[in-house]
């Protein structure tokens, strides 16, 4: 029988770049048949997704992941290549180590503790893993919902490997995320001689009070589960690059992350309002990324809270910061959706790696909230 830390080595060595999964389901798969799983592969496009269920009852726990790694960057400023495990002062260090093969390890070997010990359990439990998470995730986890919605089949519980301690392990846990939609505005005016202000629109003028405003509005106060929401300025651009041009245009980038205060409608319709007092010559185009979603208290955030508590004796954080995950597709069909593993820090960095009793802490307590919703 494998270790977390065997299992975690055996999946870093396999370059799973997104959307290639390099064999790393494959393993988890096998693993998975002898403790029996039913193995499903959902693939869509150019991407490989396997669904994995033990029982055929509900409540249905499942775990959800990626097998896909962002790329290495420039590999020799690496201490140890980065497809090579290589272990260090009690640490695993590998491209995909915190996030997030050391958690589906863990996963595994939670389930095969959890199984060997409770073999009859209650409901069932499953894995659905994507290969597209880091990319487009646009053929991943939002697919296999889709099509598991079709045929009826529902989740109860999930718990997301993504890596979410911040100092140490299991300090904090993602019970939501907030929404994030992207705005794309083109305020016009009339390009000319800056000697002959009579004949120019300024469009950089008529932006300034559009900025103070937009800058220090308050969009919200936030609620019990979200902090206030966010508006930030990401580009602007305008001017010719000479000194006696007046530009035609203006071009503005920037992004708001909401609370569940907030609908998308509302953020257009408040962010148009401003605007139009200032100008009626412009284009505004929105991108919404995600909608907000949150697991409030009950009996995932309890079954969570009541084993790290046994794990490592502290009460994390239930917290809705940081970017988006997939989360955000399996929480709209009523999941309760908790994101828990290991320390973040150096996640999509170079030397990215994973502490080893971490791994084992994180397999634990991934057992142990098993045991807290199906005995
Ligand atoms: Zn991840």
Redesign the pocket.
């Known amino acids: 029988m494998s270790t977390t830390l065997e299992l975690t080595q055996a999946l870093l060595k396999k370059i799973s770049l997104t959307p290639d999964d390099a064999g790393c389901m494959d393993l988890m798969a096998e693993y998975l048949q002898q403790r029996g799983f039913v193995i499903e592969w959902m693939n869509f496009g150019d991407t490989k997704n396997m669904w994995a269920r033990r029982g055929t009852t509900a409540p249905v726990f499942a775990f959800a992941?990626?097998t896909d790694i962002v790329p290495t960057g420039p590999v020799d400023e690496w201490d140890s290549p980065p497809f090579e495990p290589t272990i260090k002062a009690g640490h695993i260090y590998g491209r995909g180590a915190a996030?997030?093969k050391g958690s589906l390890a863990a996963m595994l070997t939670a389930c095969d503790g959890f199984i060997t010990q409770y073999d009859n359990h209650a409901g069932s439990i499953a894995f659905l893993i994507t290969s597209d998470?880091?990319g487009p995730a646009t053929n991943g986890t939002v697919k296999v919902m889709e099509a598991l919605d079709a045929r009826g089949e529902k989740i109860d519980y999930c718990i997301v490997g993504?890596?979410t301690s911040h100092k140490s392990f299991g300090d904090m846990v993602r019970v939501g995320r907030r929404g994030s939609i992207n705005g794309y505005l083109t305020l016009n005016g009339k390009q000319g001689h800056v000697a002959y202000p009579e004949l120019v629109e300024n469009p950089i003028h008529a932006f300034a009070p559009i900025l103070s405003i937009i800058t220090t509005e308050r969009w919200d106060e936030g609620n019990d589960y979200f902090p206030p929401t966010s508006f930030q300025i990401s580009n602007i651009n305008a001017g010719t690059g000479v000194e006696n041009v007046v530009p035609g245009e203006l071009k503005l980038v920037f992004n708001l992350r909401f609370s569940s205060e907030l609908t998308p409608e509302i953020i257009k319709s408040r962010i148009t309002h401003i605007i139009d007092q200032q100008s009626d010559n412009y284009e505004l185009v929105w991108k919404l990324s995600g909608l907000p979603f949150i697991t409030e208290r009950g009996e995932l955030t309890n079954a969570v809270e009541k084993a790290l508590l046994d794990v490592t004796g502290k009460t994390p954080i239930l917290s809705t910061g940081g970017g988006t995950?997939d989360g955000r597709f399996i929480a709209p069909y009523g999941t309760q959706v908790i994101e828990l593993g290991p320390i973040n820090e150096t996640?999509h960095k170079i030397n990215e790696c994973v502490s080893i009793a971490d791994l084992d802490a994180l397999s634990l307590t991934y057992k142990k909230i098993l045991s807290n919703i199906l005995l």
């Open positions: 992941g990626h996030d997030m998470e880091e993504e890596p995950s996640i």
